[in-house]
């Protein structure tokens, strides 16, 4: 049994490049207390998704450190780690499967847990309006979702793993000003329950964030709530 971690974040000193000699992170310092809930912003380029992707230690930096809880992430085994974090990326994919499937995504997660997380994403009523339910095949061949019902598929499916933090890099595109306004109802009921790190490229999404982030050329530009940007 892995400890359960309160989602602490701690970002000192961190520095990344893809490539010797193009930085795109630049002396990043962040903390991000337990239960919070962070907005990013920033230009197209700006380092946001690097940054979520350093998080998620997809890629190690060339120097500072990212601590969770006080331990420095390259510490979790992956089996504690990949149970503490949840993702939704920026382009959700979906598999040729059920709506039910497309949340459990190879984990035994009971009926009532797919469900508690089709709820806290908001997409549990649209789930119930496809013609088979949770039953209805979707991705290829299935029902055809638009991005932003397929980001909601991907909130639930993150939530189900009950992270300790969630990471949503929002969809750049053809999300409807409805569907947003449910992810943004979505971030603001979790907030205290799951350490939330969003990026947005709709300041509207985030509006009601403890704190957001402008990131420019990988630095942090500016740091505030909403009202203070
Ligand atoms: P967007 O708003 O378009 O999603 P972003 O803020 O998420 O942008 P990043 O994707 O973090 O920006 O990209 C930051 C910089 O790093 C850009 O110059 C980008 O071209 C570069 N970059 C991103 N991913 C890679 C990669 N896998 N290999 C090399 N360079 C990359
Ligand atoms: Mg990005």
């Known amino acids: 049994d892995v400890q359960m971690l309160s989602g602490d974040v701690n970002i000192a000193h961190l520095s990344f490049a893809y490539s010797a000699g193009h930085p795109v992170l630049q002396d990043v310092n962040l903390h991000v207390p337990a239960g919070s809930f962070f907005g990013v912003v920033g230009h197209t380029g700006s380092g946001k998704s690097t940054l979520m992707s ?5 890629y ?8 969770i809880d006080g331990h420095d992430i390259a510490a979790f085994s992956d089996e504690h780690f990949r149970a503490s974090v949840g993702l939704v990326p920026q382009e959700p994919f979906l598999l040729a499967a059920s709506a039910r499937e497309n949340i459990a995504m190879g ?18 009523e649209f789930i119930l309006q496809l013609e088979h339910g ?3 095949p979707l991705g290829e061949g299935g029902a055809r979702l638009s991005t932003g019902q397929k980001q909601l598929i991907a909130i639930a499916r993150a939530l189900a793993g009950r992270p300790r933090i969630l990471f949503l890099d929002e969809a750049t595109s053809h999300i409807d000003s409805e569907t947003e ?4 109802i979505a971030l603001n009921e979790l907030r205290g ?4 790190i969003a990026i947005a490229h709709r300041l509207s999404t985030i509006r ?16 505030g709530q909403h009202q203070e940007l």
């Open 134 to 136: 949770y039953d209805t």
């Open 181 to 184: 306004q449910i992810v943004q």
């Open 60 to 67: 190690s930096a060339q120097s500072g450190s990212i601590r």
């Open 208 to 223: 009601d964030a403890d704190s957001i982030i402008v990131l420019n050329h990988g630095k942090i530009a500016e740091q």
């Open 107 to 124: 984990r035994s997660i009971s009926e009532a847990d797919i469900i508690t997380a089709a709820k806290a994403a908001h997409v549990h």
């Open 54 to 58: 350093l998080l998620l230690r997809f």
């Open 193 to 196: 329950k799951v350490t939330i």
